[in-house]
Nanobody, 121 residues
Framework: QVQLVESGGGLVQAGGSLRLSCAAS????????MGWFRQAPGKEREFVAA????????RYADSVEGRFTISRDNAKNTVYLQMNSLKPEDTAVYYC??????????????WGQGTQVTVSS
């Protein structure tokens, strides 16, 4: 079992930056690929970024490529999402996810509770 707790969300102006963190419980964290998904009001949850267990492989949605960076620190059981040049369309609840294999579509083994990111224009 892995429990995921996100933090770092908030309100930011367009063009600004935020860094999301996802702290995982359990000693098996390093066995999982990790990812970030988001869900805007009235829309389906969508893939944002993913990273392999070693950190050597990363995947990004086209909409965030070049602006967002995913990273992980296995010693701290934490995965990060650095978000730069934020746009109003990035407004959503951001969810941390753990999966057996790096994935952009699922399946996901564990989800966090989500953290709200709001970008004002």
């Amino acid at each position: 079992q892995v429990q995921l707790v996100e933090s770092g969300g908030g309100l930011v102006q367009a063009g600004g930056s935020l860094r999301l963190s996802c702290a995982a419980s359990g000693r098996t964290f390093r066995r999982y690929a990790m990812g970030w998904f988001r869900q805007a009001p009235g829309k389906e949850r969508e893939f944002v970024a993913a990273i392999s267990w070693s950190g050597s492989v990363r995947r990004y949605a086209d909409s965030v490529e070049g602006r967002f960076t995913i990273s992980r620190d296995n010693a701290k059981n934490t995965v990060y999402l650095q978000m730069n040049s934020l746009k109003p369309e990035d407004t959503a609840v951001y969810y941390c996810a753990a999966s057996t294999y790096i994935t952009t579509t699922g399946p996901v083994d564990f989800w966090g509770q989500g953290t709200q990111v709001t970008v004002s224009s």
